[in-house]
């Protein structure tokens, strides 16, 4: 049976293989992992992040990155800094083989995106800036920064360099994404709320997790905020554009997190049954890597700077004896 297919010149034949050839040579450069640098060793996140970027045997692993390489950092004033980060740089060394360095700017060499990861949010502004000047995509862990003055630093200093970055909680991307729906009207979340006597915002220390459900739940417009302080919890209150209200309870020492919202119906309002929320770091590292890869933040940089307004305007309530305050 002769062959019907039209015969080609060699040459031609040769540029199509070449062509396949570096078509093959592009799609494994894509499915090669991201090389991801940490900066800041002292939180239990570079441990478990690690674990399941490095780890293809865990039960939750990501696949598409690993952390090659780690700068030590650390806060001598702060206990959860100072007691803890030898002991996770020793099994970011020991256990995952990560390299650790003397400085961010050495760490940016070495690796293609950055997970700011020090527990310390007074840092943040420093060590950011030394990643965008590098050009790293970056990832800021909880808390973006202690004032909202660093915050919309950082966010000015990225863009001016072009450098994609963003920051969440790991709540957010957990099930109560799903209660978010047209028609809410309010929302309660709790969670943690102890203090750190360090950072001027002191509800961004731990507190931000129930404020980014809050937030994930709500969405942005947020106007004015009050807050009641005791010892034992704080109460903070936004008052939406529209007239919809948002609560936050900030519990201490510890407590679960949780969240209700608030729908229309032909009543009026009617409450959705309490949630617990804990869905672990998967989903978060998850989100982090597919940032990595596409430069597109699953969480807008607006969001999060009105975030930290938010935080702003319930630390000036809390200094005025809870007057309302508007954001700034």
Same mark, same amino acid.
């Given at each position: ?38 900066? *800041? ?30 700068? #030590? *950092? ?20 020991? #256990? ?39 050009? #790293? ?37 957990? *099930? ?42 709500? *969405? ?97 309530? #809390? ?10």
């Amino acid at each position: 049976m002769s062959n019907d297919l039209p015969q080609l010149p060699s040459v031609q034949w040769r540029v199509m293989k070449t062509l396949a050839l570096l078509g093959m040579i592009a799609l494994a450069a894509a499915a090669a992992d991201i090389r991801i640098g940490i900066a *800041g060793t002292d939180t239990s996140h570079v441990t478990a992040f690690t674990r399941m970027l490095n780890d293809p045997a865990a039960p939750d692993h990501v696949a598409g990155a690993r952390v090659v390489a780690a700068y #030590k *950092g650390g806060s001598p004033d702060i206990d959860e800094s100072r007691n803890r980060i030898d002991r996770f740089t020793n099994e970011l060394r020991d #256990k995952w083989q990560v390299k650790i360095v003397d400085s961010i700017d050495e760490l940016c060499k070495q690796v293609d995106a950055v997970l700011l990861t020090s527990v310390d949010g007074r840092v943040h502004l420093a060590q950011a800036r030394v990643a965008i000047q590098a050009h #790293k995509p970056l990832f800021i862990d909880k808390p973006l920064a202690s004032t909202l003055e660093d915050a919309r630093e950082i966010a000015r200093l990225a863009k001016a360099e072009g450098v994609p970055w963003f920051s969440a909680s790991s709540l957010r991307f957990g *099930g109560i994404a799903a209660l978010r729906t047209a028609d809410l009207e309010g929302a309660t979340t709790w969670g943690p709320g102890p203090l750190e006597p360090h950072h001027h915002l002191d509800l961004a220390w731990y507190a931000i997790h129930p404020v980014e459900m809050l937030f994930t739940l709500m *969405g942005v417009g947020c106007e004015e905020v009050a807050r009641i302080s005791t010892p034992g919890e704080d109460v903070v209150v936004g008052r939406w554009k529209g007239g919809r209200i948002g609560t936050v309870r900030a519990l201490r020492p510890y407590g679960e997190y949780g969240a209700v919202v608030f729908r229309k119906n032909a009543k009026g309002q009617s409450a959705e049954p309490a949630m617990k929320v804990n869905d672990g770091y998967a989903p978060l590292v998850r989100e982090i890597v597919q940032f990595f890869q596409t430069g597109r933040p699953p969480v807008s940089n607006e969001e999060t700077l009105e975030i930290f307004a938010f935080l702003d305007a319930a630390q000036r309530s #809390k200094e005025s004896g809870g007057k309302p305050m508007p954001l700034r």
